[in-house]
């Protein structure tokens, strides 16, 4: 059974302050995605990891992948209160399988 | 990206009725769509895989006669909770698989708030 370990499980932090969020896993992923939820909505895709090694940002948000492609992590700069919220790591490994999701990281900026 | 849409976005009814959720991708066609369970402040629990013309696959512990899926066309997935408890209440999430894309990137419903009195 492959799982993804995800951390840390809760983050509370204040405005400015970076963070980082980590995944990781034993077993190789054919790609990677990221997920942000607020309560009450659904999951809605941040970005998909598939190089390993690779690096995706999105204004302050970057996104890497492992070069073995076992572990990814989201990284956060400056974080604001509209940062928060559920954040959720899963792994691919086939077409046409379900994603193998991480614990999820629930994040709280405050001003 | 693409959109994936769930009906209705809450409902409470009483214990002993039967609840129908549908699941639509509305740009797109998916031969396969996902249903999950979410507990408060926790992770995505799948409950099974839904495939658009032959029986859904359902996850070690989840009652099939319980959740009744239908696949009927490559845009629509039902989940019936047949004669719902208290116990079921819960936030029900799909998502659909969009082929279009080189990842085959996983979209969301917008989830399914069931509160069973």
């Known amino acids: 059974t492959q799982l993804l370990e995800q951390s840390p499980q809760f983050l509370s932090i204040q405005e400015g302050e970076n963070l980082t969020v980590y995944c990781n896993s034993s077993s190789v992923f054919s790609s990677l995605q990221w997920y942000r939820q607020e309560p009450g909505e659904g999951p809605v895709l941040l970005v998909t990891v598939v190089t390993g090694g690779e690096v995706k940002k999105l204004k302050r948000l970057t996104f890497q992948f492992g070069d073995a492609r076992k572990d990814s992590s989201l990284h956060i700069t400056a974080a604001q209160p509209g940062d928060t919220g559920l954040y959720l790591c899963?792994?691919?490994?086939?077409?046409?399988?379900?994603?193998?999701f991480g614990k999820g990281t629930t994040l709280s900026v405050s001003s | 990206g693409a959109v994936v849409s769930q009906h209705p976005s809450r409902v409470i009814c009483k214990s002993g009725t039967s609840v129908k959720i549908e699941c639509r991708s509305l740009?797109?066609?998916?031969?396969?769509m996902f249903w999950y369970r979410q507990f408060p402040k926790q992770s995505l629990m799948l409950m099974a895989t839904?495939?658009?013309?032959?029986?859904?696959?359902?996850e070690q512990g989840v009652e099939k006669d319980k959740f009744l899926i239908n696949h009927a066309s490559l845009t629509l997935s039902t989940l019936t909770v047949a004669s719902a408890h208290p116990e079921d209440s819960s936030f029900y999430i799909c998502s659909a698989r969009d082929r279009r894309t080189p990842s085959d990137t996983q979209y969301f419903g917008p989830g399914t708030r069931l509160t069973v009195l």
């Open positions: 740009d797109f066609q998916a031969t396969t």
């Open positions: 899963a792994g691919d490994n086939q077409a046409g399988t379900a994603l193998i």
């Open positions: 839904s495939n658009e013309g032959s029986k859904a696959t359902y």
